[in-house]
């Protein structure tokens, strides 16, 4: 399974680099909007939803969200911090919190706020100044946090993060995974000369800290429905979700953060 995984991000890795540095605009788009009809496709088992009416109905609903999203982004962004602290709650009070988790049309209603509000957060990343250089910056941090979690978490983790959650993640994988991280943070503070170097570190502790965090929701909304994966498009990283998880919870607050910084 590592191997396979190793293999899959040798080669996924370079291609989304190129396409973020060199790739047309709407190359890049167009596989942005692939990526989100992908990932709400995959909702579809989380919800879940078996009626192919209702699951075309429920993506016409994402797209018309993606769509609003961009014009009240401001209001959508305050919107989705607020509703990962209630997602944060219901990860640290699980199996409690399944008594409110366990409606479809509350899983529905999270997924069409948190995917939009991903995908226009990546579009405000890069649109700003080194908005390339700033999103590449993000991937790698959680990228570093991902393989510092795995590999520390195999080598010497012994004290479980959640159990019930993800049997898997223990309290040594966290802090191997920030601890790689912040080499990366330090990396990006040489490159990118913030005006505040503290604010810098302390924004790339929380993004990585949030990461987590969206990596056991998906988990807790997984288990909910007896899910090993959300899917299978990805070999060695399972579906599209499984692979963003992290990534939909740390990109609207890293860009919050830099904004507000």
Known sequence: MFLQRLITSLILVPLVLLIIFYGHPWLLGSIVLLVFLAAG??????????????QIGFLALLLVGLWACGYLFTYWLALGLLLWGFNIIAIL??????RY???PALVAGTCFILLPLFI???????SLPKGKGLLVYLLFLIWASDIGAYLSGKLIGKHKLIPQVSPGKSWEGVLGGIFLALIIAVV???YFAPVNTIYWFVLALYTV??????DLFISILKRRCHLKDTGTLIPGHGGVLD?????????PLFYFGLTLG
């Open 41 to 54: 496709r995959e909702c579809f088992q989380l919800i879940p939803i078996k009626d192919i009416r209702a």
């Open 93 to 98: 009070s699980f199996p409690r919190s399944q």
């Open 101 to 103: 988790w366990g409606y």
């Open 120 to 126: 226009q957060s990546l579009i405000h990343l890069y």
């Open 188 to 190: 990006g503070n040489i």
């Open 209 to 214: 800290v949030i990461s987590i965090f969206g």
């Open 243 to 251: 692979r963003l998880d992290s990534l939909i919870a740390a990109l």
